[in-house]
């Protein structure tokens, strides 16, 4: 990290704690160090691992990322309350760069409909709050909730009296999404200006999408002055998302020719991280999301093919290997060698690390039996779906499913629960429908599926299905993939998937309240 550095641009991440707050995003614990471990191979600066004062499992999650990860700092989010505080400083306090990210809202809005604070009780409550994490860390960021809803003046001595009281990075939130690019540009030069000390601290902007603008805003800030952009793997988030990380980076490095600004992101590894972000949260990444989406690189207008095929330069400002995106060649082959596998994984920035790669392997010859090209795409999604695997109650053994135009769809089969062999046979109004009730009916379940999403992993009749699904028991979520060659199949590994999570959740969180982080 450039800390120092006017042209260096800090990433701070916010995938684990306001990404996992978009609908049907939550992750378990086991998902936010596979996440965690992967942004560290992105090179970010700050990873904001959660809020551990909202819940028992939050502190253990932030906990379990801040042993995991050595070179980001590590963030929990915190209100300006004593018991926020203490708790987000027990749960970073094994990290080897640990931190604390204090907020409260500043508009009047928030103040007077949400806090019922007078402007000096907010002011008061902030510098205090930042005082009392000073005496145990030394790094401090403070945000002013809703800052583009406050008014600037307010804001400046909000922001001095932080600084006095030991803040290093001041971050300015649009939090509504409300904000136009010249208007948060001006904020930002306004700020950094007028605020006693601004000169001396980090300046950083957090913006939301509900308008479509959290990428402009949040280069707008950039241009600005502002030195840190809080982000999200493929733009994940409450209601409309956050700034997408991979589009800010990008676009800071796209156009140095106008910024004149670096960070520190390995863009190499964006791709593999918005897939493995896409298949734990089971949120798939729309075709033309620019940078990581399936279409991003792709030409078929007849007048850009013959420009890309005579120079790329012509329609590409960026090539596709840059952010990790392979040519979808074939790389490994049935009579492939372990070796070569771990080599393939190797050279696409794949760390080995939480991945069991006895299970990882049995699982590409399997595929490689069954296919006849296997591409980078597919060794990703079986790399992804080890790292998170929880330990399997479920386990499908057989499936047996029959439909046609005059008969019942229905679906027979046999799983493994707690080592014992149970059969099941249902019937559906379709064959994955017939499948979820003979799965229903053997594993006793009451779960209610709320999103079923399925897609090819790569191009042909042969490619494998993705199937992410989103089941729901009670307030508690849980997402489940599965990838197969037979889409039934992988329909059924995504739903077992989901259920396995779910009884890992119980026990764990259960485990938790009972011994203590």
């Known amino acids: 990290m450039q800390a120092n550095d006017p042209n260096y641009v800090q990433i701070f991440d916010t995938t684990l704690r306001d990404g996992e707050q978009s609908p049907g995003a939550s992750m378990n614990v086991e998902e936010k160090i596979a996440i965690a471990r992967q942004l560290e191979q992105l090179n970010v600066d700050v990873i904001e691992a959660g809020f551990a004062a909202s819940s028992e499992g939050d502190f253990v999650s932030v906990r379990r990322v801040s042993e995991a990860?050595?070179?980001?700092?590590?963030?929990?989010?915190?209100?300006?309350?004593?018991?926020?505080?203490?708790?987000?400083?027990?749960?970073?306090?094994?990290?080897?760069?640990?931190?604390?990210?204090?907020?409260?809202?500043?508009?009047?809005?928030?103040?007077?409909?949400?806090?019922?604070?007078?402007?000096?009780?907010?002011?008061?409550?902030?510098?205090?709050?930042?005082?009392?994490?000073?005496?145990?860390?030394?790094?401090?960021?403070f945000s002013a909730e809703d800052a583009s809803r406050s008014d600037p003046e307010y804001l400046v001595s909000v922001f001095a009296e932080v600084i006095r009281a030991g803040a290093v990075t001041l971050n300015v939130p649009d939090t509504t999404g409300y904000a136009l690019p010249h208007q948060t540009s001006a904020l930002f030069r306004y700020l950094i200006g007028a605020t006693p000390g601004g000169h001396g601290v980090r300046w950083s902007a957090h913006c939301h999408n509900d308008l479509g603008m959290a990428v402009a805003n949040s280069l707008a800030a950039v241009e600005a002055g502002a030195r840190q952009v809080e982000c999200t793997v493929n733009g994940l988030g409450e209601r409309a998302g956050n700034a997408a990380m991979d589009e800010i980076v990008m676009a800071l490095r796209t156009r140095r020719d106008f910024f004149g600004l670096e960070t520190g992101i390995v863009t190499e590894q964006i791709y593999a991280a918005s897939r493995l972000v896409s298949q734990i949260t089971g949120i798939p990444i729309p075709i033309n999301k620019p940078i990581v989406g399936e279409n991003a690189f792709a030409h078929e207008a007849g007048i850009h093919q013959d420009g890309v095929l005579k120079?790329?330069?012509?329609?590409?400002?960026?090539?596709?290997?840059?952010?990790?995106?392979?040519?979808?060649?074939?790389?490994?082959?049935?009579?492939?060698?372990?070796?070569?596998?771990?080599?393939?994984?190797?050279?696409?920035?794949?760390?080995?690390?939480?991945?069991?790669?006895?299970?990882?392997f049995a699982r590409f010859k399997t595929l490689a039996d069954k296919k006849k090209s296997v591409y980078d795409e597919d060794l990703m999604a079986i790399v992804a779906e080890e790292a998170v695997r929880v330990p399997d109650r479920f386990e499908l053994t057989a499936l047996s499913v029959t439909s046609s135009t005059d008969v019942q769809p229905s679906a027979s089969l046999r799983l493994r629960i707690d080592g014992v062999e149970r059969a099941a046979q249902a019937t559906g109004d379709g064959i994955v429908d017939a499948c979820y009730h003979a799965i229903a009916a053997a594993t006793g379940t009451r779960c209610k599926l709320e999103r079923y999403a399925v897609k090819a992993i790569t191009s042909g009749t042969d490619a494998q299905g993705e199937v992410s699904c989103l089941v729901r028991d009670g307030s508690l979520t849980s997402t489940g993939q599965g990838a197969h060659t037979d889409i039934i199949v992988a329909s059924a590994l995504a739903f077992l998937n989901a259920l396995n999570k779910l009884e890992y959740r119980r026990r764990y969180e259960d485990r938790a309240r009972v011994t203590g982080p």
């Not at 070796?339 to 050279?347: G, I, M, N, Q, S």
């Open 69 to 141: 990860v050595a070179t980001p700092i590590v963030l929990s989010l915190a209100r300006t309350k004593e018991a926020d505080i203490e708790r987000a400083i027990r749960a970073v306090e094994r990290a080897k760069r640990p931190g604390i990210h204090i907020f409260i809202a500043t508009s009047d809005i928030h103040l007077q409909h949400k806090l019922m604070m007078s402007r000096q009780e907010v002011i008061d409550a902030a510098a205090w709050a930042v005082g009392l994490a000073g005496k145990h860390l030394d790094y401090i960021e």
């Open 311 to 360: 120079n790329k330069i012509t329609y590409e400002i960026m090539r596709p290997e840059t952010v990790g995106v392979g040519s979808n060649r074939l790389v490994l082959g049935k009579h492939s060698g372990r070796h070569a596998f771990v080599d393939r994984l190797k050279e696409l920035g794949i760390a080995a690390q939480g991945i069991d790669m006895n299970k990882a």
